[in-house]
């Protein structure tokens, strides 16, 4: 297998891995990178585990390491490069779903305590050699998603989570007697005993996948959120208006991955750690079918102006997926652009006395420019907007 070592370092970040692993044994490249070069793919990143200290290699690798000495692990930044270290250990658990006890181990020991068994393999940075749990290379070849023992979703359930994002991105299937511990797991209560802030950093695990919508179609397809009702022609049809540069398109694709019927998004989204501004944006999405009924009902181009103007863009165009492509294209094409040539300067000097009328001036007369009631010119605006005054 020193193609593998090979095809490592043609990569910069695997290269310099290699130079600095020369001299020291026990060092092992495990997890996805593995899995990647094997598959030919690039990996998204290096994991290392050492039979021993990971200082020393820390510290061959660069300068700027986050170490944590109670897990045994360290974190080495540099430039592009990400190298995330670890000392071999094994895990215990007391009983499922408590924190597992951790131990000094061999590499063999350490890659038990992994999720799947395509990422249950080692690359020895020394020798060459891969160590593999039964079935890894197999499965790799196979296309299939593995658990290493049976009660590993009840052990920790994210990993079915994982799961689903490893099928989504590989295009794999669950091995027959994974898929069955899978429902066995999720009937047996054990998707519900992720906390809140674990699934919200799956979700946006699940987000930044290449294709997050059949990522969130394998996490509804295990039952992992009752929640979730991915639409695909729906999503695409909201991210293809979404401008260039404006809103979140991960957003969009998780608002429009919502299923209608769960009432408040506000409540079905607390303890998921959220920022403020996701939750307004997921609150807003929430009613894009209405949005879009009653941007179609808008007979004027102020009246649509009226219900979308601060709207979050990516509710804005959930509501073109939901039937209101025309006026919302409108909207974001060429209403929303238009302003007037005047503020409320111009009307003060005009002779209007301070105060909020000058404010719903303004607006009244920005509707009639909307409805192309009064032109782009600046005496025609001071005089609507001074009109009976
Ligand atoms: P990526 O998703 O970026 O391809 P990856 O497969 O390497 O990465 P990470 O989340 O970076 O996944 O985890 C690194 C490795 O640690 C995994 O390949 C797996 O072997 C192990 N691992 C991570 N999380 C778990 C878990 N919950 N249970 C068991 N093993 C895990």
């Known amino acids: 297998m020193d193609d593998l070592r090979r095809r490592l370092g043609e990569l910069a970040c695997g290269r310099r891995l290699l130079d600095a692993t020369a001299a020291t044994g ?21 994991d290392v585990v050492v039979e021993g200290e990971v ?4 510290a061959a690798l660069g300068t700027a390491a986050t170490t944590h000495e109670r897990f ?10 990400r190298w995330d270290l670890a000392a071999s250990r094994a895990e215990d658990y007391a009983r499922p779903g408590a924190l597992p006890d951790v131990r000094p181990a061999a590499i063999d020991e350490d890659l038990l305590r992994r999720d799947v068994t395509i990422n249950a393999i080692a690359l020895d940075l020394g020798d060459g050699r891969v160590r593999a749990v039964d079935h890894a290379l197999e499965d790799l070849q196979a ?8 009660a590993s979703f009840l052990d920790d359930p994210t990993r079915l989570w994982r799961i689903a994002r490893y099928a989504a991105r590989l295009g794999f299937e669950l091995e027959a007697g994974t898929a ?3 429902v066995e797991a999720v009937a047996a209560g054990a998707a519900e005993r992720v906390s809140g802030s674990r699934i919200g950093s799956e979700l946006r695990l699940a987000l930044a996948e290449p294709d997050p919508v059949a990522a969130l179609e394998r996490i509804a397809g295990l039952g992992l959120a009752p929640w979730l009702a991915p639409d695909r022609p729906r999503t695409e049809q909201a991210l293809a208006l979404l401008p260039a540069g404006e809103g979140r398109p991960d957003l969009v694709v998780l608002a429009a991955a919502i299923a209608e019927d769960e009432g408040d998004a506000d409540q079905r989204f607390a303890g998921l750690e959220l920022t403020a501004v996701e939750r307004a944006v997921l609150r807003a999405a929430a009613h894009a079918p209405a949005l879009a009924s ?16 601060g709207v979050p863009v990516e509710a804005v165009v959930l509501a073109a997926a939901d039937g209101a492509s025309a006026p919302v294209a409108r909207w974001l094409a060429d209403l929303r652009h238009v302003g007037l040539a005047i503020d409320g300067d111009d009307l003060l000097a005009a002779g209007m006395a301070r105060g ?16 192309g009631e009064i032109r782009d010119d600046r005496e025609e605006q001071i005089a609507d907007a001074m009109g009976g005054t």
């Not at 495990?30 to 998204?44: E, F, I, K, T």
């Not at 296309?143 to 049976?150: C, E, I, T």
């Not at 404010?359 to 007369?365: E, F, H, K, V």
């Open 356 to 371: 909020p009328q000058i404010g719903r001036r303004l607006a009244a007369t920005l509707e009639r420019r909307l409805d």
């Open 26 to 46: 026990g060092v092992h490249l495990v997890g996805g990178a593995v899995r990647d070069l094997l598959l030919g793919r690039v990996p998204r990143e290096l």
């Open 294 to 309: 009653r941007a179609l009902a808008a007979e004027r181009p102020s009246r649509l102006a009226r219900i979308l103007r």
């Open 55 to 58: 200082l020393p290699l820390a």
């Open 143 to 150: 296309g299939l998603l593995r658990v290493l023992h049976d």
């Open 72 to 81: 045994a692990t360290a974190t080495v930044v540099d430039g592009d490069c």
């Open 180 to 182: 069955r511990l899978a």
